[in-house]
């Protein structure tokens, strides 16, 4: 499976973006996909996941503000981040895995991860 991230940009806090992951290669609907943050000096950090039955997780900090989904039939996970704040400035990364899980090292599968950038 390879990973594609896109929809990543610069908003001023309060703004809005959706994050795409695409998905190539075959059984996308059988992984489970994490969407992940790394911030310049931290460690990356699990923002949301969804498993293959679409039950889905999020971390405490997104919660109310970020929804992920996906489309099946379109190999496409996405992830709707909202009421943006500067926090929220990171490397964002998509990953499949086997295991729905918040531990990075649980997937298999990674995309090179797209900038989001929040600031006025």
């Known amino acids: 499976v390879q990973l594609q991230a896109s929809g990543g940009g610069e908003v001023p806090p309060g703004g809005s973006l959706r994050l795409s992951c695409v998905a190539s290669?075959?059984?996308?609907?059988?992984?489970?996909i994490g969407w992940f943050r790394q911030a310049p000096g931290k460690e990356r950090e699990m923002v949301s996941c969804?498993?293959?039955?679409?039950?889905?997780g999020y971390a405490d900090s997104v919660k109310g503000r970020f929804t992920i989904s996906r489309d099946d039939a379109m190999n496409t996970a996405y992830l709707q981040m909202i009421n943006l704040k500067p926090e929220d400035t990171a490397v964002y990364y998509c990953?499949?895995?086997?295991?729905?899980?918040?531990?990075?090292?649980?997937?298999?599968?990674w995309g090179q991860g797209t900038q989001v950038t929040v600031s006025s």
């Open positions: 290669g075959s059984d996308f609907d059988y992984y489970a």
């Open positions: 990953a499949a895995g086997i295991s729905w899980s918040v531990v990075p090292g649980s997937y298999d599968y």
């Open positions: 969804i498993s293959s039955s679409h039950s889905t």
